[in-house]
């Protein structure tokens, strides 16, 4: 399992920014896999988790309306949409998944047992 993120940078309050997740050693199709994200000094967070066997999405309420997170199957590629960033969504993302999970609402409850590199994203003016 290889998971390799990407699109982090830095972006003003107000900007958006979309993430992308390439997913490879095995097929979107089955289990669940999320984004998560951590800040300086605070504990690893989930902030959007999808189920790929039937693409139901799970968004914690704290930036539900902001995130969006889709899947490609034809790139192998899962994707954080974030909009109307705030400078406390500065924080590496990562994205995570557990290939005996399948549900987006567990997973983004538990932890992944496996996790690509993380890609910063900074807020600030």
């Known amino acids: 399992v290889q998971l390799q993120a990407s699109g982090g940078g830095l972006v003003q309050p107000g900007g958006s920014l979309k993430l992308a997740c390439e997913a490879s050693?095995?097929?979107?199709?089955?289990?669940?896999i999320g984004w998560f994200r951590q800040a300086p000094g605070k504990e690893r967070e989930a902030v959007s988790c999808?189920?790929?066997?039937?693409?139901?999405?799970y968004v914690p309420d704290f930036v539900k309306g902001r995130f969006t997170i889709s899947i490609d199957r034809s790139k192998g590629t899962v994707y954080l949409q974030i909009d109307n960033l705030r400078p406390e969504d500065t924080a590496v993302y990562y994205c995570?998944?557990?290939?005996?999970?399948?549900?987006?609402?567990?997973?983004?409850?538990?932890?992944?047992?496996?996790w690509g590199q993380g890609t910063l994203v900074t807020v600030s003016s």
């Open positions: 050693g095995f097929t979107l199709n089955r289990p669940a």
């Open positions: 999808l189920s790929t066997d039937n693409d139901i999405t």
């Open positions: 995570g998944t557990d290939l005996g999970q399948f549900s987006s609402y567990a997973l983004c409850h538990r932890n992944p047992t496996d």
